[in-house]
């Protein structure tokens, strides 16, 4: 089976998690709703039916913010080569692919770690010093100085060693001390945010003359990291294939390759894997130093391609994220893929939700809060679509025998 077949085979859970999810979502926007509320007394079915219509607002504008509007395709279908017109329409579900990206990167670093026993909550620093390395890589090697694809090729590499070697500082201390690789991790994210943010402030080499915020030199005039569409104004470049490659040899790495076991085995039974000869402390850095590498791999490509700017924050939320999606991918490489798209079309939606309706995007968390919960729990989320009531009855009462006399 091929990893695209197997996208589209973990995409089902995760689909029709989010239906369950919308609509649970949505009868907790209709109940939360006050001018519903407010009207049921001098209009009840008038404010009930305004209700219902403003729920299925926020979805629609939910769903053309993650896919694009029906009529700018229609429109640009008309027009038959016009590229502003597919530029205006497909650029919905461009940005959703291009929100999944790093949450694709760092889902699968903390999913090998995950696989290993290893408890990564370190992905979002990972990626900040990935995205350091890659910067500092660019502006070294770009603006003619080698080749564009050999500067592409030195991007992901300072990118992967800058990860990994974060990385390997709570994996090091996990195998020669014992120490909580869940503290340590954590502990690093805060170092690693700010220490991109002093070396910005402080760095000649990196930091933009004249600037209003902490940023680095428009990284866009060193390499520019080639597209994979037409439309040179979409964002969507190279990182995104790389990201299915990525998957592709990690599924190959975990479930195909003798290393692969042992680490999967020492993260099942550590006490087994040390009794069958694999090294439990190889393993816990081995597997710390592939998952820091791949977030690393992430964050050049998305601060070079997608962001061109090193700034402080450049992780954003990716880290406790990508968590939530290595869970709910089962830690599985596709799984993870999967997940990362749903996700990435949540967030692209929800701004367009928060800007054309009253809807708070608290709510949008809540909606995405459902999703996990419902993929969690799959025999709960089929129960609920094949009988939607089946949990709101009590148990049979059992017929009292009739005693004999």
Same mark, same amino acid.
């Given at each position: ?5 197997? $996208?589209?085979? %973990? ?21 939360? %709703? ?13 404010? *009930? ?32 080569? %016009? $590229? ?29 770690? &995950? ?7 370190? /992905? ?27 500067? *592409? ?9 800058? +990860? ?13 001390? /014992? ?26 080499? *990196?930091?933009?003359?004249?600037? !209003? ?10 390499? %520019?990291?080639?597209? $994979? ?10 990182? &995104?294939? *790389? ?16 290393? +692969? ?34 977030? @690393?791999?992430? +964050? ?12 402080? @924050? ?14 709910? /991918? ?10 990362? !798209? ?6 692209? +939606? ?53 005693? @004999?006399?």
């Amino acid at each position: 089976m091929t990893l695209l077949r197997r $996208i589209a085979h %973990d995409l089902k859970l995760p689909l029709l998690s989010m239906l369950v999810a919308f609509i649970v979502g949505g009868v907790f926007i209709f109940l939360t %709703d006050i001018e519903m509320i407010r009207g049921l007394v001098s209009n009840p079915l008038g404010a *009930i039916g305004a209700g219902l219509g403003r729920v299925a607002a926020a979805y629609g504008a939910l769903l053309r913010g993650a896919f694009g509007d029906p009529t700018t395709y229609a429109n640009a279908f008309a027009s038959g080569g %016009d $590229i502003k017109l597919w530029t205006r329409a497909v650029r919905p579900v461009v940005e959703s692919i291009v929100a999944s990206v790093p949450l694709i990167f760092v889902g699968l670093g903390v999913s090998v770690a &995950f696989r290993t026993g290893i408890f990564n909550i370190g /992905g979002a620093g990972q990626f900040a010093i990935g995205a350091l390395g890659g910067t500092t890589a660019a502006l070294l090697f770009g603006a003619g100085v080698t080749p564009v694809p050999i500067a *592409i090729l030195l991007i992901m590499i300072f990118g992967i060693i800058g +990860g990994a070697a974060w990385a390997f500082i709570p994996g090091f201390l996990k195998a020669r001390v /014992g120490a909580s690789e869940v503290i340590t991790t954590i502990m690093l994210n805060s170092i690693a945010s700010q220490l991109i943010f002093f070396i910005v402030m402080n760095s000649e080499f *990196i930091q933009q003359e004249q600037r !209003l915020q902490p940023v680095s030199k428009e990284l866009s005039k060193y390499v %520019d990291i080639p597209g $994979i569409l037409p439309i040179e104004a979409l964002r969507l470049d190279i990182a &995104f294939p *790389i990201a299915l490659i990525t998957a592709a040899v990690v599924s190959w790495f975990l479930f195909r390759s003798t290393r +692969g076991f042992e680490l999967r085995t020492a993260g099942l039974n550590l006490a087994a894997a040390k009794y069958a000869g694999i090294g439990a402390s190889s393993s816990i850095i081995t597997a710390m130093l592939i998952s820091g590498g791949i977030s @690393g791999l992430g +964050g050049s490509l998305v601060v070079v391609g997608m962001a061109k700017q090193l700034a402080p @924050g450049i992780e954003g939320s990716v880290g406790f994220t990508a968590i939530a999606i290595a869970l709910v /991918g089962r830690t599985k490489p596709s799984g993870v893929v999967a997940t990362a !798209l749903v996700f990435g079309f949540l967030q692209q +939606g929800g701004r367009l939700m928060q800007i054309e309706t009253i809807i708070p995007i608290e709510m949008l968390l809540f909606v995405q809060a459902l999703v996990i919960a419902f993929i969690a729990a799959p025999g709960l989320t089929m129960q609920i679509l094949k009988n939607p009531f089946s949990g709101l009855r009590g148990r049979p009462r059992q017929a009292k025998a009739k005693v @004999g006399s």
